[in-house]
C-alpha cells in the first residue's frame, strides 16, 4: 500500500510539473490538469505550481471568479469545458495591478478556447495581452462588459482570433497597439444598444488584418491612429471559411459616425476581401463618412469598397492625405459620395469603372485639393469640383 501512495503523489507531481509522463519507446505524453472552479478550485493557483516552459493543457469547468494571469509560459492551452467563464470579481485588488480579468504576459504560444469572459466597469479589460506575447490564440471566445476593452493587445505582441464574439466594451471591444500584430476572421464586434461612445477596433501603430467579421452599431467601426495599418485580406485561416470573406461594418441602430477613420498617418488597405459598409454617417454631414481619411492618411481601395445607404459622407479625404480607387462603390450617401478638401488627392485608376451615383453631391473638392482619373468614374452626375482631371496628371511634355 505504502508504494501505491507513493506511486500516486509522483503521478500528481508529474501533473503539476512537467505536465507530461514518459513513457519507453513512446517520448513525451502530455497530460492535462483538470481545473474544477465550481468546487472552489482555483485556475490562478494551478497555473502558479506549474511548469511555465513545458507544454500543457488545463481543462476548465465552472465559474472561476478570479484575476488569472499568464505570465512567461511556453505552450499552454486553457480549454473551457462547456459553460466555462472567468468573471471578474466584486473587488478590485488592493494593489491596483491587476486590470485585466486574464492577462498573458512575456509568453508565446499560448491557446485560450471556450470561454464567457465578464468585467466590470472598473477594469481596463476583460482580456490584456502584452510584454511580446507571441502566437496567442484566442478560439470561440464571448468577451463583455463595460470595462474600457474587450481585447487590448500591446507592446509588440502578435494575437490571432477566430469565432471571438466581443460586445458591449466602455470604450473598444478590441485595441491593437504599440506595434502588435492581429489576425482575425470569423468574429463579431458588436454594441448591442447602440450606447455612445463606442469604437470596434482601434488601432494605433499596430497592424491588423481582417476577414469574415462583422462590426455593428458603433460610433467609430474602426478607427485607426498613430501610424496604424489595416488590411481587409484574406489568409490563411484557422477554421474552415465559407466564401465571400466579406468585413461588413453594419449600423441599424444609426448611431455611427465613421464606418471607418483613417488618421494621423495611417493606413487602410483593401486587398481581396471585401469591405462592405452601410447606413453609415449622421444626417447632418459634416466630417461623418463610411470612410473617413484624415492628416495624413491613405486609403487604398480597389473593388472591394463598398460604401452604400449612408446618412453622411460616403468617402471624405482631407488634411494632406490621399486615396487611390479603382473600381470601388460609392453610393446613395446622404451628403458628399467623394469628398476632397485642404491639401489633399483622390487618383481614380483605370480597370473596372468606379461607381459614384445616388448622393447628394457625388464629387466634391474645393480649390486646394485634387481628383484624377475621372474618365474612370461612372454615373457620377453632380460634380462641383474644379479640379477635376479625366486622367492621371495635367498634360506632361
Known amino acids: 500500500m505504502k508504494h501505491i501512495c507513493m506511486l500516486l503523489v509522483m503521478i500528481g507531481l508529474a501533473a503539476l510539473g512537467t505536465n507530461a509522463q514518459t513513457a519507453p519507446g513512446i517520448g513525451v505524453v502530455p497530460v492535462p490538469v483538470v481545473v474544477n472552479c465550481d468546487q472552489g478550485q482555483s485556475l490562478n493557483n494551478t497555473l502558479s505550481r506549474l511548469n511555465k516552459r513545458s507544454p500543457l493543457t488545463i481543462l476548465v469547468n465552472g465559474t472561476c471568479t478570479e484575476y488569472v494571469q499568464i505570465v512567461g509560459f511556453d505552450g499552454l492551452t486553457l480549454n473551457g469545458l462547456p459553460g466555462a ?119 494605433g501603430s499596430g497592424h491588423v488584418t ?24 484574406s489568409f490563411n485561416s484557422y477554421f ?30 483593401l486587398g481581396d476581401t471585401k469591405l462592405r459598409i452601410t447606413n453609415s454617417g449622421q444626417p447632418f454631414g459634416g466630417s461623418t463618412a463610411g470612410v473617413f481619411v484624415s492628416d495624413a492618411g491613405t486609403l487604398t481601395a480597389g473593388a472591394n469598397l463598398v460604401i452604400s445607404g449612408g446618412q453622411g459622407q460616403g468617402v471624405f479625404v482631407t488634411n494632406n492625405s490621399h486615396a487611390s480607387l479603382v473600381g470601388s462603390s460609392i453610393t446613395g450617401s446622404g451628403h458628399g459620395g467623394l469628398v476632397v478638401a485642404n491639401l489633399s ?20 473638392c474645393d480649390s486646394r485639393s485634387l481628383i484624377t482619373g475621372a474618365a474612370n468614374i461612372a454615373n457620377a452626375t453632380t460634380v462641383q469640383c474644379g479640379n477635376l482631371l479625366p486622367g492621371d496628371t495635367v498634360p506632361v511634355p
Not at 466564401?243 to 459616425?257: H, R, S, Y
Open 240 to 269: 474552415p471559411i465559407t466564401f465571400p470573406t466579406d468585413v461588413a461594418i453594419e449600423n441599424p441602430a444609426g448611431t455611427n459616425f465613421n464606418g471607418v477613420s483613417v488618421r494621423d498617418g495611417s493606413e487602410l488597405h
Open 85 to 203: 467563464t472567468l468573471q471578474r470579481p466584486s473587488t478590485d485588488p488592493t494593489n491596483g495591478l491587476v486590470i485585466h480579468v486574464l492577462l498573458i504576459e512575456a509568453s508565446r504560444s499560448i491557446t485560450i478556447d471556450g470561454f464567457a469572459i465578464h468585467s466590470r466597469a472598473s477594469g481596463l479589460g476583460d482580456i490584456g495581452i502584452g510584454r511580446n506575447s507571441i502566437n496567442v490564440q484566442l478560439r470561440n471566445l464571448t468577451v463583455d462588459g463595460p470595462s474600457a476593452f474587450g481585447i487590448f493587445i500591446f507592446e509588440n505582441s502578435q494575437v490571432s482570433l477566430a469565432h471571438v464574439i466581443a460586445r458591449d466594451p466602455g470604450f473598444a471591444t478590441l485595441a491593437a497597439l504599440d506595434i502588435s500584430d492581429v489576425h482575425i476572421e470569423s468574429s463579431l464586434f458588436e454594441n448591442s444598444a447602440g450606447a455612445s461612445f463606442r469604437e470596434g477596433l482601434l488601432v
Open 345 to 364: 488627392s483622390v487618383a481614380v485608376g483605370t480597370g473596372p469603372f468606379t461607381q459614384i451615383s445616388g448622393n447628394g453631391t457625388d464629387l466634391f
Open 210 to 233: 481582417m476577414q469574415t467579421t462583422t462590426v455593428r452599431n458603433m460610433q467609430v467601426g474602426i478607427d485607426i491612429q498613430a501610424h496604424g495599418t489595416v488590411d481587409i485580406q
